[in-house]
C-alpha cells in the first residue's frame, strides 16, 4: 500500500504511481528542499551582514586585543593627579547641567582638536599629550580615559590589533564610544 498513488473513497480501487512520477515528485521535493535551504540561508547571510555592519559602526574594529586593552586601561587607572582633575575641571566648567554626558562630549572635543600624530609604540603620560596637543589612537584614548576618570567617569581604552579607543559609561546605564582619530563620538547601549 506505500507505492499508491490514489485510492478511491467509493470503490476502494488503488492506483500504482509509475517509475517517472515516482522521479519527477523525487525531483519536485529535491529542488523545494533545495530552495528553502537556499531562502534560508540567504535571510541568514542578510541578516549576519546586518549584524557586521552595526558592530563595525559602533566599534571600528571589531577584534578586540583584550591584553592591550587592559594595559592601557591599567596605565589610565594609576593617572590620578591633581593637573589633570584641574584641566578637566576646566575643560568641563561650560557644562550647565553636570552630568558625565556632557564632561565627557567636552573633553572629547578639546582632545579632538589636538594635532594626530603617530607615536608607534611609545605611550605618553597624559600630562605630556596635553601639553604637545597631539595624539594618536592609544595617547588620545589614554588622555580622554584620564580626564574622564579624575572628574568622576568610569572609562576604559578598548584595543583591537591595530586601533584603540575610549567606551565611557554615563547616566541611565549607557555607554559612549569616544573615537578621537576617527572622530567619531555616539551612544552604543
Known sequence: MQDVKYICKKCGFAEKPSKFESLKLFIVLFFM????????????????AKQMIFTQLAY???????????????AVDIQDTMFLRSYAV?????????????????????????EYALTGEHIYYPEDTIQLKSIDCK??????????????GH???????????????????RTILADLTFNQYKVIT
Request: net charge negative; glycine share 4%.
Open 139 to 152: 595617547n588620545g584614548a589614554i588622555t580622554y580615559c584620564a580626564l574622564m576618570n579624575n572628574i568622576g
Open 33 to 48: 528542499a533545495f530552495g528553502l535551504v537556499a531562502f534560508f540561508t540567504t535571510i541568514g547571510v542578510i541578516v549576519f
Open 90 to 114: 576646566n575643560i568641563t566648567n561650560s557644562c550647565l547641567n553636570e552630568t558625565l554626558d556632557c564632561y565627557s562630549k567636552a573633553i572629547y572635543d578639546e582632545i579632538s582638536n589636538y
Open 60 to 74: 571600528p574594529h571589531n577584534e578586540i586585543n583584550p591584553t592591550m586593552s587592559l594595559i592601557y586601561t591599567s
Open 155 to 173: 572609562c576604559k581604552v578598548v584595543c583591537s590589533t591595530t586601533h584603540c579607543w575610549s567606551e565611557v559609561d554615563i547616566e541611565n546605564n
